[in-house]
């Protein structure tokens, strides 16, 4: 008989936090707790099979389960001393769901499971508080006629608003006994005449009916978005978490709230977290109520009124304080904990790794190493590479003058600029467009992560830090301020209205600071982050982990300085042809490309000599003394004609000549598929002069630039689109008779490597043959993947998506490279290359070079180094130190 539940509860469990496959995260973290011996409400799993089971067998559940069930039901009983849909003591549950991966608030919960209209009287008796049974008995009215029959919660509020407004309430918590009773009736009522059935009193029908409605909720839309977003299968499914209840609204000495054991925006070492008193589980997100700090610390940091739990339940805070430093021991991460207070004793509902910024990832990752709980390994492993990406990001410059509109909670960190828009179909129409905006809503739900992530930013008029809003833009890393009470939303009527009465409309521009909480008016200048620190700090560690080397593709000095800030280690690819577009140099090189013979050619060289020569010692300085390769000129000359009539016109008339001779001269050298015609070596084996040119200039430059720097340049002349040995073979020819020749005019001989891009599927092939002549290989995986596809990399963006849509292909392979075709004539240049020439040195220059998956690829290849553009440095660095990590752990 298949084990379909699994219990926990009173000291033991079955399954542990491993488990999170067969339990579902919630689950397995809820086994694991108990077993620590952590006040737990006893319960039972569902395993996840059974979720598979619901959907292949028309939405029903197993036969067996029944009896699995009702025995777990038994035990927790007796556990509790209560009974299921007992008339004294009745035991109440929740109907929790849990897959393996954190979904928060994706999929349905069912709380107070077990209330009719005798168990209410019961459970009011046994608490000695007719006012707390029926508020929950009409929160799970609330809830299983939502999750369970499919009635919109709305309805609900409806008559609880009317209610309280007869009332004279303004707060749930002032309402008494009488008037929830009536609530209640009102809502039984309006249950029957919209559904023509009476809301179900047996105990057990509710029980079986939310196990499945929580299993179906794994298909629900936005669950589905969700799991899509964040590349979750299907087929993992969802466990069903069946609890004891324990009541967070039993009065001013119960509470429910939620915890971070350290900063989730900061990371900061210090207890974070929200309360409500006389409350029950979603109240502290829903944002009915503000909810209060759990710590004094906190309260006074936000400057709330509401007392702290620390001063208002000593008893019951300190025993959580030392419940959470028990979970980070155990876990050792920093823990995202729910639980609740009943009547002074505290349980604990739910653990998990928490979500954090990555400014917090890594100040928790490096604290914890200094604390000794994790290593350096663990560190480095902690952070994703493409997270680093929103330490990169611009923060709003301190020198200026900020006009603050308002300010809120800074939800998560980070500052950008955008277009106010109201709703999340906007936010998603204006990506569409290419404008950015900011997000603006009095609070988000999950239906807004669409809009949410294609806006810049998310502004909420409510809700607090563990609001969707706050953990979702933290996910996502971008910038969120949430809770601003100083600012209206008039949605209606396309306006916000700030503090001192300004008003802004749709389409106005605002900045958030999501690290202070403000929101300002306008563009704001921006200034770009400090890499010391805890960055810092992770980075060195990532480097002595690594054993590829990073370096990065630039072409300007500019470039190449912000790269070296970044932490490259050498220009692994400097393009020269964008030297020729520049101001004076673009006539010049025309003049060159439309020359009719080799001694006009040689004359416009001649003018572009000083020009290239100046480039590169500007480069070789900036990089003193590291690795610099460059690269023959390789794009088709036509690239630097002008196109258009009016071009064409313009340029005759500056290079005094005829527009119809220039034309002609043109349509001369036009290709069908200049991609695969007239460029990379085949130019300098057409006009040896401009290789010789380039040649001159670099080692003239090379030259001056020791000299000045002290460093000699280590440097690599890099030719392009090979596919026969004997292409390299003529144009290293005209290097080396270039080197020899400076090298007698100035004295001084500058060591250099010649080697070639690996782009063509036959260099692939006749690498051991090409590696007789070339130093090195630079895989270019741009053209490698044009080439060994045949697709045109300007052109597969009419079919690629189809292509993904249809499931044909699964990832760009001009994004994430193609590990099996592309990836195995890397493997094989490397290894024939390396037969011939053993100490060839082999690295990577394409947009790959940048990517972490093709950086482990690049690892497993035996690759030298990686490089790739600037600000994609430090992702290289820590993606090839867990590469190498990786490597290391399996060997
Ligand atoms: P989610 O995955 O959406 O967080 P949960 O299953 O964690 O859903 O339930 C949401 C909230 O319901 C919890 O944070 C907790 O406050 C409340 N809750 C769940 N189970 C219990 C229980 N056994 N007793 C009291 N409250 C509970
Ligand atoms: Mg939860
Ligand atoms: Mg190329």
Redesign the pocket.
Known sequence: MAKWVYRFGGGTAEGRAADSALLGG?GANLAEMAALGLPV?P?MTIVTDVCGWYYGNGKTLPDDLRKQVLDGLAAMEEETGRTFGGDTRPLL??V???ARAS?????D?V?NLGLNDETVQALGHDAGDARFAWDTYRRFIQMYADVVMGVDHEIFEEILEDEKAQCGHEYDTEMSAVEWQHVVSRYKEMIEEEFGEVFPQDPHEQLWKAIGAVFASWMNPRAVTFRTLHNIPAEWGTAV?V??????NLGSTSA?G?AFTRNPSTGEKSLYGEFLVNA???D?VAGIRTPQSITEEGRIATGGEKPSMEKLMPEAFAEFKAVCTTLEAHFRDMQDI?F?VERGKL?M??TRNGKRTTRAAMKIAVDMVDEGVITHEDAICRIEPPSLDQLLHPTIDPKVQRRVIGSGLPASPGAASGEIVFSSEEAIAAEAEGRKVILVRTETSPEDIHGMHAAEGVLTTRGGMTSHAAVVARGMGIPCVVGAGSIRVDARNDKLLGVGGVVLKRGDIITLDGSAGQVLAGVVPMIQPELSGDFGRLMEWADKCRRMDVRTNADTPQDARAARAFGAEGIGLCRTEHMFFEGERIHVMREMILAEDEAGRRAALDKLLPMQRSDFIELFSIMSGLPVTIRLLDPPLHEFLPKTEAEIADVAEAMGMEPGFLARRIDAIHEFNPMMGHRGCRLAISYPEIAEMQARAIFEAADAAAAETGAPVALEIMVPLVGLRAELDYVKGVIDRVAASVAEETGNATAYLAGTMIELPRAALRAHVIAETAEFFSFGTNDLTQTTFGISRDDAATFIPTYQRKGIIEHDPFVSLDFEGVGELIQLAAERGRRTRSDLKLGICGEHGGDPASISFCEDAGLDYVSCSPFRVPIARLAAAQAAIRVRAST
Do not use: D, I, N, Y
């Open positions: 919630k409400p319960g549950l929740s929790r769901s849990g979904m928060p608030g994706m999929m919960t709380l978490s609890q004891a209840m324990v009541f967070g429910t939620v029950q589980g979603e502290v729910e609740t349980f509902l739910q």
